[in-house]
């Protein structure tokens, strides 16, 4: 296991702003679950994570320098190779409690989610789980500042091998990335290739000032860029707001944990072919049904309720670099939870989540993490609270390989996983398809949600029916 020739680097802005957003209520740390129908290996996984994780992807042996005071680039933080690195020190097994069933899983992996990763050496650790049935589970938990979700289901990926002859995993090529990523994303996600020459290997304030004045075409496009992009500041700052709800308030230091009963993946596109919905926009609809039944359940209805949604930002099939990295933007979503027709409820979501995609909004949002992670951190986390304080949860997909896979020899019976929650937010939900499967993790706040199976049991209801026939004919809207 070489350390490929890197003893030190910058850290991305837009990675120092996810370290920094690390706070008792809300850990910064991606977890991921996958179990199997009979027991692992603990010999073989480990052999296999040296060999294809920890060996090709250098910020899992790599620990975060973090300085008392950011603020770029006087001070800023940055990845050092850990001189004590031994794997063993990331890996623990224990065995489920009795009876071992899924309830068990989700109270472990629930408990385990709540350990702050330890600072002092790289910012990862897996937990193979005994006991799970007649087989085993393994929990990977790795912080937001080494990946974003997708980066980390290839990561998770590259461990795998097909389970049958002539099927591919879908693992994006390494590539090295020492000279960092861009400064300024443009449309789009694509970068301004002058700010990209003159700041990407500094990632200073500065650059971005330098090119303008190399290169006039860059200023005016740059110009541009600034007028639109005030006047979004203005839309998100000002434009975006909803009435508070049962779903926000003060948080507790713990949260429930738990996924949804698979559904398949083919049936929920066939169910939106009719009317061109992706199983996106079917998904998001299935959420806002299961909120709004919630809600009015506590009769505290609410007209709409906002959820950020991350957008990837890498090009199609764009090699995943070396150093990891988050390549991402968030946008807001209105879920119209106080529409009272289930056809009505979906058409608005489908309309405003086409208007997404011709939007800048997430590149825009990627390019304010990446100014704010130049800055000291109090400063980042108000402007997080600010930002995200205007939603109630945070909506994200991930996906997972189409076909079954194996790791170490022992076949993959199912994943799923858990997103972060985002500052002040308490509920996160995290689709995650696997095999043609697809579940919803649901993370929530002990606080804001004591009756967290009930959501749970609502959720499971309404993501079951959206692959039904009569899934798209407007039926009455279930009871409570």
């Known amino acids: 296991m070489g350390a490929g020739g890197i003893r030190a680097e910058r850290m991305d802005p837009a990675d120092v702003a996810w370290l920094h957003m690390d706070r008792p209520t809300n850990l910064m740390v991606v977890n991921t679950v996958l179990w199997f129908d009979v027991p692992v290996d603990q010999a073989s996984v480990l052999q296999v994570f040296e060999e294809r994780v920890v060996s090709r992807f250098r910020r899992f042996r790599q620990r975060a320098t973090d300085p008392a005071v950011t603020l770029a680039p006087w001070a800023a933080p940055g990845w050092a190779d850990d001189a004590g690195f031994a794997l063993a020190d990331h890996v623990s097994r224990t ?7 899924q309830r068990a899983l989700q109270r472990a992996a629930s408990d385990l989610a709540e350990r702050p990763l330890r600072k002092d050496r790289p910012l990862w650790e ?15 938990r790795t912080h937001h500042a080494i990946a974003d979700g997708g980066a980390l289901m290839q990561v998770l990926l590259s461990l795998t091998d097909p389970l049958d002859a002539g099927e591919h995993t879908g693992v994006l090529p390494v590539h090295d990335d020492t000279a960092g990523p861009p400064l300024l994303p443009g449309p789009g996600g694509r970068a ?17 000032v330098r090119a303008a004045l190399a290169d006039p075409r860059t200023a005016a496009r740059l110009a541009g860029l600034a007028r639109a992009d005030a006047a979004m500041l203005g839309k998100l700052g000002f434009g975006l707001t909803a009435g508070r709800n049962l779903l926000q308030g003060p948080l507790a230091p713990g949260k429930q944990r738990a996924w949804t009963r698979p559904v398949p993946v083919e049936a929920i596109k066939a169910a939106g072919a009719a009317t061109g919905s992706t199983v996106n926009d079917l998904m998001l609809a299935a959420i806002t049904s299961a909120l709004r039944r919630y809600l009015l359940a506590h009769d505290a209805p609410a007209d709409e309720v906002i959820v950020i949604v991350p957008v990837d930002l890498r090009p199609a099939g764009a090699s995943l670099p070396a150093g990891l990295g988050n390549e991402f933007g968030l946008v807001f979503v209105r879920l ?16 405003q989540m086409g208007q997404i995609k011709t939007s ?13 992670g130049q800055l000291p951190a109090a400063v980042q986390n108000a402007w997080v609270d600010a930002f995200a304080g205007k939603a109630t949860a945070i909506v994200t997909n991930v996906a997972g390989p189409r076909h079954r896979v194996q ?22 939900f995290s689709i995650i398809s696997y095999a043609g499967q697809l579940t919803v993790g649901l993370a929530s706040d002990t ?10 049991g609502l959720l499971n209801e309404e993501v079951g029916a959206l692959h039904t026939p009569t899934a798209l004919s407007s039926p009455p809207e279930p009871g409570n």
């Open 95 to 101: 065995r489920l409690p009795a009876p071992g069933d």
């Open 126 to 140: 897996l937990h193979l789980l005994d006991g799970y049935g007649d087989g085993s589970a393994l929990l990977l």
């Open 192 to 208: 301004i290739p002058a700010a990209r020459r003159a700041g990407a290997a500094a990632g200073d304030l500065g650059a971005v």
């Open 336 to 351: 119209p939870t106080g529409e009272t027709d289930p056809g009505r409820r979906r058409a608005r979501i489908k309309a």
């Open 360 to 372: 800048r909004e997430a590149a825009f949002v990627h390019g304010m993490l990446r100014w704010m």
């Open 407 to 428: 790791l170490a020899g022992t076949p993959v019976a199912g994943m799923t996983g858990w997103v972060p929650v985002t500052g002040p937010l308490g509920l996160g």
């Open 447 to 456: 606080r804001l949600l004591p009756d967290h199976d009930r959501l749970l």
